[in-house]
C-alpha cells in the first residue's frame, strides 16, 4: 500500500487503504463461501439425494454403497467442518465490523469484553483453527481419491489465501 501512495498508482484508481482492502477482501471470501456452500446445499446434495439407482450406482462406491441422505450430508465430517468454518469465520467477520472493533456497542455486563480491539485481535486467531479444519474438510472429499488432488488444492488456496 505504501508502494503504491508513494508511486502515484493509488490516487489513479481509488484509494485503497488498509481497512477498506481487507473488507474488500473480507466481501470476496465472504460471497466465494456463499456460491461455494450455496452450490452443495441447492444443487449438489439434493442431486446426490434424488438420484436414480442407475447413476448413484456409479458412484456408489464412495458412499460406501448406502445412498446419503441430505441429513448425513451435513452431519458427515465435510458437513461439520464446512459449517464450523463458516461459523468461526463469521465470528471473526463480525467481530471485525467496526462497532465492535472500536468498541462503540455498549454491551451488557458478561457480554461488554466481546467488544474493542484485544476481541477483534484475538478473533483473528481463530483462523488457525479455521485452516485446520479445512484440511480435513478436504482430505474427506468425496469422488476425489488421488491424496495429492485433495491436498494440493487445500495448500495452493491456503498459500493464496495468506498471499493476497
Known amino acids: 500500500m505504501t508502494h503504491l501512495n508513494q508511486a502515484g498508482i493509488n490516487s489513479l484508481t481509488i484509494n485503497l487503504t488498509l481497512p477498506s482492502l481487507l473488507q474488500i477482501i473480507a466481501f470476496a471470501i465472504a460471497v466465494g463461501i456463499a456460491v461455494h456452500a450455496g452450490n452443495h446445499l441447492a444443487c449438489d446434495f439434493?442431486?446426490?439425494?434424488?438420484?436414480?439407482?442407475?447413476?448413484?450406482?456409479?458412484i456408489s462406491s464412495d458412499f460406501h454403497n448406502k445412498r446419503p441422505t441430505y441429513k448425513s450430508l451435513l452431519t458427515g465430517v465435510?458437513?461439520?467442518?464446512?459449517?464450523?468454518?463458516?461459523?468461526?469465520?463469521?465470528?471473526?467477520?463480525?467481530?471485525?465490523?467496526?462497532?465492535?472493533?472500536?468498541?462503540?456497542?455498549?454491551?451488557?455486563?458478561?457480554?461488554?469484553?466481546?467488544?474493542?480491539?484485544?476481541?477483534?485481535?484475538?478473533?483473528h486467531h481463530l483462523f488457525g483453527l479455521v485452516y485446520v479444519l479445512l484440511l480435513v474438510h478436504g482430505t474427506f472429499l468425496y469422488l476425489t481419491h488421488r491424496w495429492y488432488q485433495k491436498t494440493v488444492r487445500i495448500s495452493i488456496a491456503i498459500y493464496n489465501e495468506g498471499h493476497v
Open 78 to 123: 465435510e458437513g461439520v467442518t464446512g459449517i464450523s468454518m463458516v461459523v468461526l469465520m463469521a465470528i471473526s467477520f463480525t467481530l471485525a465490523t467496526h462497532h465492535f472493533r472500536r468498541n462503540a456497542l455498549r454491551l451488557p455486563s458478561p457480554f461488554n469484553r466481546l467488544t474493542g480491539f484485544n476481541a477483534f485481535w484475538y478473533s
Open 46 to 58: 439434493p442431486l446426490l439425494v434424488n438420484s436414480s439407482p442407475e447413476k448413484f450406482s456409479l
